[in-house]
């Protein structure tokens, strides 16, 4: 993959997804959080995440020089989670998302790497607003957003998918 930029944070650093990750995120995919709140992709083997990122990540990437990132820990280069941009059909704007393995929630990272990825949104690629989209009962998430400083707006449905969402959005400057 060419050089797509790098973020970093005080305990984090995260870095474009790529094939490289593939078992990372075949364990990701597949975490119960994952599963009820973003949904199955059907993604069961390590041969299947490669596939996944190289249709569904890097596609993005090419296209925009941004898209999901894959989140280390500084201190042990442990893979943590996600959390990137995202262009969602049905969307007006790019989505902010994060997902993390279930032994790393509740201690800051989500917060730290949605921070950064939503200072990259403005300073680094020139978005002007940015939104996020999450189940009504996703309470971890709509509390993260909120601190992030996105509000809750409206309702939406995205194409093909029968479920209505919250949309939160914010204007960056």
């Not at 820990?73 to 279930?102: H, M, Q, V, W």
Request: charged share 25%; glycine share 6%; proline share 5%.
């Amino acid at each position: 993959m060419p050089n797509y930029p790098l973020l970093e944070t005080e305990r984090l650093i995260l870095k474009p997804t790529t094939e490289d990750d593939a078992a990372f995120i075949l364990a990701l995919l597949n975490t119960p959080k994952w599963l009820r709140y973003i949904g199955d992709r059907n993604v069961k083997t390590v041969k299947e995440a490669k596939t996944y990122i190289k249709t569904r990540i890097t596609p993005q990437y090419k296209q925009l020089g941004f898209g999901n990132f894959t989140i280390f820990r500084k201190s042990d280069n442990t893979k943590l989670g996600t959390c990137g941009l995202y262009d969602r059909e049905g969307l007006n704007g790019f989505d902010i998302g994060f997902a993390f393995l279930p032994e790393y929630e509740g201690k800051g990272y989500a917060l730290e790497a949605a921070t950064a990825v939503k200072q990259a949104a403005h300073q680094k690629f020139g978005l002007t607003r940015i939104c996020a989209i999450t189940t009504k009962d996703n309470l971890s998430s709509q509390k993260l957003l909120e601190k992030l400083g996105l509000r809750a707006t409206k309702t939406i449905n995205l194409p093909n998918d029968p479920e209505e969402l919250l949309l939160f959005e914010v204007e960056l400057s």
